[in-house]
Nanobody, 115 residues
């Protein structure tokens, strides 16, 4: 059974920082690509950042230079460091991976950025 648990969300003022964590269980974590998505009210879920098992990263354009995705394979955890946060970053953030033909999502963590 694959299980993803996110943490680290909260309320922060514009310009502030947060670090999200997603801990995985039930899989060979080091082999997996991991990603962070977000969904704002009334909007579709969108990819924010992704990291391969080898550590290659990619980012959605609006977060480039502000967000950093990283992983600690020893802890089976992927992180999203979010700096210079803006009100438009407000959303529920989800961790996602795939294992074979199946995708897995965490429960989500709320990030709210006040202006």
């Amino acid at each position: 059974q694959v299980h993803l648990v996110e943490s680290g969300g909260g309320l922060v003022q514009a310009g502030g920082s947060l670090r999200l964590s997603c801990t995985a269980s039930g899989m060979l974590f080091r082999l997996l690509g991991m990603a962070w998505y977000r969904q704002a009210p009334g909007k579709q879920r969108e990819l924010v950042a992704a990291i391969t098992g080898a550590g290659t990263t990619n980012y959605e354009d609006s977060v480039k230079g502000r967000f950093t995705i990283s992983r600690d394979n020893a802890k089976s955890t992927v992180y999203l460091q979010m700096n210079s946060l803006k009100p438009e970053d407000t959303a529920v953030y989800y961790c996602r991976t795939t294992w074979g033909p199946t995708e897995y999502w965490g429960q989500g963590t709320q990030v709210t950025v006040s202006s």
